[in-house]
């Protein structure tokens, strides 16, 4: 799994889906300083790093969930990597948005499926956890047994590992942030001396260089 952390990290990286700059920070919608900004909607770009994740979600659901009866995506980043794992399962999916339709159908669950079913739920990227654990929230309002989620890559924050914990949902992530710096690391995409910057970022984003 380490090699595999290192690989997602290192393609993330190299095609620039994730970008590390603490000296000239990104801020984020929710106000948040960060010397991080990933958009990993890049990789569907480049089909050999978007199959490479697809079949990666594939072993990891199989191994850690057994054959669900869909698959769903978070809208709207994971909608189209869901999409392809769904596919190379021969799935259903289905896909959630952060909130109700304002028009038609009224609908927050965008597909057809039926009461009981069980899903594993797609995600791109994990930071609090607030809007994918949203997404699974509707699910289970839905009357839909969410078996857990698999995500490409996570900050790893502690307010992220403890709202997953309380609402009882099982994560499996292909990188992680701690991987990724030292990969970055390793590369020369960031020097030693940025390193204890990147960890304080990490441990404490809310209140981070204020």
């Not at 609090?128 to 699974?136: M, Q």
């Not at 698999?150 to 403890?162: H, L, M, N, P, Q």
Request: hydrophobic residues 40%; neutral net charge.
């Amino acid at each position: 799994m380490e090699n595999l952390e290192k690989k997602i990290a290192e393609s993330l990286l190299q095609i620039k889906a994730i970008k590390l700059q603490p000296a000239n920070y990104f801020t984020w919608a929710s106000g948040w300083k960060s010397p991080i900004y990933c958009d990993n909607r890049k990789t569907l770009s480049y089909p050999e790093i978007r199959n490479e994740i697809k079949n990666t979600f594939v072993k990891i659901i199989e191994k850690e969930y057994g054959t669900p009866d869909y698959i769903a995506g978070v809208a709207t980043g994971a909608i189209a990597i869901g999409m392809l794992v769904a596919d190379a399962m021969n799935l259903p999916f289905v896909y959630v948005r952060p909130k109700p339709k304002e028009h038609g159908l009224g609908n927050m669950i965008e597909g057809q499926i039926e009461s009981g079913k069980k899903v594993v739920v797609v995600e791109d990227l994990i930071s609090t956890g607030k809007s994918s654990l949203n997404a699974v929230e509707a699910l289970r309002n839905a009357d839909i047994d969410v078996l857990g989620m698999v995500a490409i890559f996570t900050y790893g924050f502690k307010i992220s590992e403890d709202n997953f914990k309380d609402s009882n949902v099982k994560l499996k992530t292909l990188s992680n942030y701690e991987v990724l710096i030292s990969m970055a690391l390793e590369s020369g995409y960031v020097k030693e001396s940025e390193l204890d910057q990147l960890r304080e970022w990490r441990n404490n984003p809310e209140n981070w260089n204020k």
